[in-house]
């Protein structure tokens, strides 16, 4: 299969999969992240994202975005590979306001990823929001506001009923609560995977504004020692 035609594929079946943020509560943008986003498909490939939350939401809306993805089989586990992550969503990276900017390393990798990054859910003003936090993208690699404008990949899609009312009900005392239960819960499981699962220089981070699960970077190091994205330009 061309890539062209691989990657109309891809997309088509992306767009489908990630209609179902618009059941997650507290979820304000999504991203298209990864190989989707920068074009370097295969047949396996899974479709990353990066989920902007509410503040004070976080362990909330990745509690829900894992059990609806996980319900419909769309999520990927962290132990799949190969064919069993292919089209599977990747709920690895999620920010509220404060967690926006990435932390450095700033290489190119992260440069040409972040350059490359496609809003598909969400209101612009909190898209920008971001995009402006991450201020460390050289000049020739800054995210092009204007592109949102002429964004084919954007869902122009509301809320679902079932997101806003949960979002409604649990915007006070008792989404508090289930906050900071779900906060205990997650966090515990997460320090207990990590004492096996910790591979090539992790990025992993879990706190109240961001949650970033990329447990083993090594084939990071090699596409850049690789220089492919030297080579793009991009």
Not at 8 to 36: D, H, I, Q, Y
Not at 48 to 72: E, H, Q, Y
Request: aromatic share 14%; glycine share 6%; charged share 30%.
């Amino acid at each position: 299969m061309k890539n062209s035609e691989l990657s109309e594929k891809k997309w088509r079946k992306f767009l489908r999969r990630v209609r179902l943020f618009r059941f997650v509560p507290f979820t304000e943008f999504v991203l298209a992240a990864g190989s989707l986003a920068t074009g370097k498909l295969h047949e396996n490939s899974d479709f990353d994202v990066v989920v902007g939350v509410r503040s004070g939401r976080i362990f909330t809306a990745r509690f829900f975005a894992v059990l609806i993805f996980g319900v419909f089989g769309w999520r990927r586990k962290k132990l799949t590979h190969g064919q069993g992550a292919s089209d599977k969503i990747c709920l690895s990276h999620f920010v509220a306001s404060k967690g926006y900017r990435l932390k450095p390393p700033y290489n190119d990798y992260w440069q040409n990823l972040y350059q490359s990054l496609v809003p598909v859910l969400g209101k612009r003003e909190k898209i920008d929001e971001f995009f402006k936090a991450n201020s460390w993208l050289s000049p020739a690699r800054k995210y092009d506001v204007n592109k949102f404008k002429s964004n084919i990949f954007h869902i122009d899609a509301e809320d679902s009923r079932f997101k806003s009312f949960l979002t409604k009900v649990l915007s006070r005392g008792l989404g508090n609560w289930l906050e900071g239960a779900l906060k205990n819960f997650q966090v515990k499981r997460i320090e207990r995977s990590l004492k096996t699962n910790l591979g090539y220089k992790p990025r992993v981070v879990y706190n109240d504004d961001e949650l970033e699960f990329h447990p083993d970077t090594k084939r990071i190091e090699e596409m850049m020692k690789s220089g492919v994205f030297n080579k793009r330009g991009a």
